[in-house]
């Protein structure tokens, strides 16, 4: 919704904040043709550059994930990642934007690229981290 | 009659609220309680020369006390209650001043990030000013479901902000079809006994959409169409059961609501390229012109067909084509779909082996279509065309 609150007097609503989001992108399973490499797809790097991008992060291949839990009061841990289906987490992107389809039109961007399988759009709570 | 004026203006204060407060929730206790003050008020003190201003003032006001009232709530929205303690506190009697938000309004609940049953539930409460309990009642859910699918849709719209706006041109054709097809779901719920009149609540949210959009051809079509069809309720059924298009009484037939379909479509047409429903509404309109013009059907069809590239467009097309080459070629075109779960399909399929003798086909057809079909006066109509059916040959053990 994020309606503009403001009333002007002209009677029009002022432009109101922004919202931030989190673009979770999934990668199709890897094969050991094509490992993940430091280097970053030119289309991802351009978009990662604009201003409205608060920061990602890339995530290494999910085989290198170790998983942590705690069973019956001890840590256990396991070799690979906790959601295990064909498709992982690979990368995540912190945007700025005016609403849902603002964010939404940068995923379609990006999944345009066809590197993704899909990217999740979840909207973050508005705090600054370590303000906790 | 305060019922009438309620149902109307429902959308409109509802909409200008949430453009007001920025959340759907909230606009909406506030039209609920501006709402029963008027009901408590009007009939004793007459009612005010602008209902839509005072019930938008009253509501504002009330979510201005609740604001200040509820501390929870005035740490969230700090911002907006000292916003609103601005506003100016006399009643509004121009009208003109208060955006009409409603197109903002069904964008939003149309907004294809939520769920389509959803967005269906939504459109009818927020826009159609049915109760929670009504769109349950019309969608046979329990009223614990719809409440819960309800609250979900707002608090998704909330926290995923999606935009209470009409999309930029850009979006708009791809955002617009989904509003003209959350409409035309409701109208083809249609109307059972007791229930809301759905095929109704379509037509009166396609009323708002066209006179909303008027330069919108799909939009001005949608509503041609279903008032073409709906005209045709009351000749539909006898006693109950289905009467074809062909032994319908046409004296039955609403021809004021035609008329007014026609002259959308009129309109729409004139508007340049034509849609998915600009076609469906055409072809609407030839159905009930007599005799029949199945070539411009067909052909009609066959564009239709093309530009959605649906199946179930393609068994309405081989019926026309039945009719202008046969029903072999009807068949044919029937044979090359891969459309077996589909209902209307068996029936075709069954009604075209039955004109051509082949009746132990027919009957199998016919007994597939009625697998598919709930009880009802379709299904009571194709068992009795099985009936009618001669005797089974005898068939090799």
Not at chain 2, 7 to 28: K, N, P, Q
Not at chain 2, 173 to 180: M, N, S
Not at chain 2, 236 to 264: C, I, P, T, Y
């Amino acid at each position: 919704m994020r309606r503009p609150f403001v009333y002007k007097d002209n009677g029009k609503l002022e432009k109101g904040p922004h919202m931030k989001y989190a673009l979770l992108a999934y990668s199709r399973e890897e094969t050991s043709g094509e490992r993940r490499t430091r280097e970053m797809h030119a289309g991802i790097a351009a978009v990662l550059e604009r201003p409205n991008v608060d920061g990602f992060v890339r995530l290494q291949s999910a085989e290198s994930a170790t998983t942590v839990r705690l069973e019956a009061r001890r840590t256990l841990l396991t070799d690979g990642p906790f959601v295990d289906s064909k498709e992982f987490l690979g990368g995540l992107i912190l945007i700025d934007a005016d609403n849902l389809d603002g964010a939404l039109a940068v995923a379609a961007e990006l999944q345009e690229l066809d590197l993704t399988a899909a990217i999740e759009v979840r909207p973050v709570f508005e705090q600054e981290l370590g303000s906790a | 009659m305060l019922e009438d004026v309620f149902r109307d203006e429902w959308g409109r204060v509802l909409a200008t609220l949430v453009g007001l407060l920025g959340d759907i929730e909230l606009a909406e206790e506030a039209a609920q309680e501006a709402f029963a003050l008027a009901a408590e008020r009007w009939p004793r003190d007459g009612q005010p020369q602008n209902p839509t201003g005072w019930l938008i003032t009253t509501a504002r006001n009330r979510a201005t006390d609740r604001i200040r009232r509820d501390r929870t709530l005035a740490r969230k929205t700090e911002q907006l209650g000292r916003e609103l303690r601005d506003l100016p506190e006399d009643p509004m009697d121009d009208t003109a001043t208060l955006p009409d938000e409603r197109l903002e309004l069904i964008f939003t609940c149309c907004h294809p990030a939520l769920a389509l049953e959803a967005q269906v539930a939504l459109t009818l409460r927020t826009l159609g000013g049915l109760s929670t309990e009504e769109v349950a009642g019309a969608f046979l859910v329990p009223f614990e479901t719809m409440s819960k699918r309800l609250s979900r849709a707002k608090r998704k719209i909330r926290e995923a902000g999606i935009p209470f706006a009409v999309p930029p041109a850009h979006a708009l054709p791809e955002r617009l079809d989904a509003v003209l097809a959350v409409i035309y779901l409701v109208f083809n719920q249609g109307w059972g006994a007791g229930r809301v009149d759905l095929a109704s609540e379509a037509i009166r949210l396609g009323r708002v959409l066209a006179t909303l959009m008027p330069d919108e051809s799909e939009a001005l079509a949608l509503l041609a169409l279903m008032l073409i069809n709906d005209a045709r309720r009351h000749a539909r059924f006898r006693d109950d059961e289905l009467v074809l298009l062909d032994e319908q009484d046409r004296s039955l037939w609403n021809e004021k609501q035609m008329a007014e379909g026609r002259a959308l479509l009129e309109r729409a047409m004139a508007l340049g390229a034509a849609g998915p429903y600009v076609l469906q509404a055409a072809i609407a309109d030839l159905h009930v012109h007599e005799p029949r013009d199945w070539e411009q059907i067909a052909l009609l069809y066959g564009t239709l067909s093309r530009l959605t590239g649906s199946p179930v467009v393609d068994v309405n097309r081989a019926i026309a084509v039945g009719e202008i080459d046969g029903p072999e070629a009807a068949l044919q075109i029937l044979d090359s779909l891969d459309l077996d779960d589909y209902r209307y399909l068996h029936s075709t399929r069954a009604d075209l082996l039955r004109r051509l003798g082949r009746d132990d086909e027919a009957r199998l057809a016919y007994e597939r279509a009625l697998e598919l079909t709930a009880e009802g006066p379709e299904q009571r109509f194709l068992s009795m065309r099985v009936a009618e059916l001669p005797a089974p040959s005898d068939r090799d053990e």
